[in-house]
């Protein structure tokens, strides 16, 4: 059973870059060739998809965040990362790491991934 942990700071200070690890357990063979993506959800609003990172290292970006947001992978670690520059009190969201087996830009429901991590509370603030 693959399972997805999140795991970071609680709270990250604004201005500050926030760094966010999804570690991926009992992974087996097809997920080699999975695509993994971030997905968050601030209080009170929807899900935003933030971006993805294919099995080849590609990487696929939400416009709005693109400038500030890039995703890299550990396979040694069987881990992926989230690295947000600048954060401000806009980006308080809980965090989530997700999987799919197909290249699903913007996709934010979770019935459309594989494997959904039980996400992580961040909050930016002062």
């Known amino acids: 059973q693959v399972q997805l942990q999140e795991s970071g700071p609680g709270l990250v200070k604004p201005s500050q870059t926030l760094f966010l690890t999804c570690t991926v357990s009992g992974a087996s063979g097809p997920t080699a060739f999975y695509y993994w993506a971030w997905i968050r959800q601030p209080p009170g609003k929807g899900l935003e998809w933030m971006g993805t990172?294919?099995?080849?290292?590609?990487?696929y970006y939400n416009p709005s965040l693109k400038r500030r947001t890039s995703i890299h992978r550990d396979t040694a670690k069987n881990q992926f990362t989230l690295q947000l520059l600048s954060v401000t009190p806009e980006d308080t969201a809980v965090y989530v790491c997700a999987a799919s087996k197909t290249l699903i830009r913007g996709a934010t429901d979770e019935e459309k991934y594989e494997y959904w991590g039980q996400g992580t509370q961040v909050t930016a603030s002062s």
């Open positions: 990172i294919s099995y080849t290292g590609s990487t």
